[in-house]
């Protein structure tokens, strides 16, 4: 696992610079175990008046409803912006005592380099390693390939193609690239051999890399400086593969040249 991203964010006290170690390290166990001790800060909207329940902001993320906390009044304006409310100072365990609704599960620092995600009760099972829990980009490769397989079971071409534009690929290489190699003119494109005709077979991350030299790159990269008409461009995911003839795969091109970020 590589250091997170900084993207203009810092650590803002020492809850903050052990968490980044902690994933910089890959220690899920150590991260959860810090969190489980540590301020808390729930963004929430003070009621205004007699009567009024106190509302708390909460995020749709990988398909779910998430209440977002964060380790610094600092990252949560980071991460909100104009749009972060008051909050209120809490912790983990006062979290799970007070949970609002068993069918929220809980974002850690949504918005920023350290962030989790995961169900409230798994907090602990995961700081004394009962549990794992996936990071960010593993829980958006799993949402893309469970997009993928219902495009595929649903019949759902377009969809198939939203999701394939959200991220990256596997492209077979017939040499060892740098992972900065531009997918220009000479481009050492690898063909799939015994297919009958010229196809370059794509694979979808989380999945692992086809077998031998390979990059991976965004989809709409491909697309971009796809090299041949003639060539047909084959995607294969955990659901099963699909082929894209080479005509449609300029089609697709210009699409993604007018739209460049599809939802």
């Known amino acids: 696992?590589?250091?997170?991203?900084?993207?203009?964010?810092?650590?803002?006290?020492?809850?903050?610079?052990?968490?980044?170690?902690?994933?910089?390290?890959?220690?899920?166990?150590?991260?959860?175990?810090?969190?489980?001790?540590?301020?808390?800060?729930?963004?929430?909207?003070?009621?205004?008046?007699?009567?009024?329940?106190?509302?708390?902001?909460?995020?749709?993320?990988?398909?779910?409803?998430?209440?977002?906390?964060?380790?610094?009044?600092?990252?949560?304006?980071?991460?909100?912006?104009?749009?972060?409310?008051?909050c209120v100072s809490t912790s983990y365990f006062e979290l799970r005592r007070k949970w609002p609704d068993p069918s929220w599960r809980l974002a850690v620092n949504p918005g920023t380099p350290i962030d989790a995600y995961l169900g409230i009760e798994d907090v602990v099972d995961v700081a004394v390693g009962d549990a794992i829990v996936q990071r960010p980009e593993e829980m958006v490769a799993e949402t893309r390939q469970q997009m993928l397989a219902t495009a595929i079971r649903d019949r759902d071409g377009e969809g198939y193609l939203a999701a394939l534009m959200t991220g990256t690929v596997w492209v077979p290489t017939s040499v060892p690239v740098a992972a900065d190699t531009p997918l220009g003119p000479g481009f050492p494109w690898r063909l799939t051999p015994g297919t009958g005709t010229s196809a370059v077979e794509l694979t979808v991350p989380p999945s692992a890399p086809p077998p031998g030299p390979a990059v991976e790159v965004p989809f709409v990269a491909v697309l971009a400086a796809w090299p041949d008409p003639a060539w047909d461009l084959v995607v294969s995911t955990e659901a099963g593969p699909i082929t894209i003839a080479g005509e449609y795969v300029l089609t697709l091109a210009v699409t993604a040249a007018e739209d460049p970020d599809p939802v």
Do not use: C, K
């Open 1 to 86: 696992m590589t250091a997170p991203d900084m993207s203009g964010w810092s650590p803002d006290n020492d809850v903050e610079h052990a968490l980044l170690e902690a994933l910089t390290e890959d220690n899920r166990r150590e991260y959860f175990q810090i969190i489980a001790n540590a301020e808390l800060f729930l963004p929430a909207f003070v009621a205004s008046g007699p009567g009024e329940r106190q509302r708390f902001l909460t995020m749709n993320l990988f398909g779910q409803e998430f209440l977002p906390v964060y380790t610094t009044p600092r990252s949560m304006a980071f991460a909100l912006g104009a749009s972060a409310p008051t």
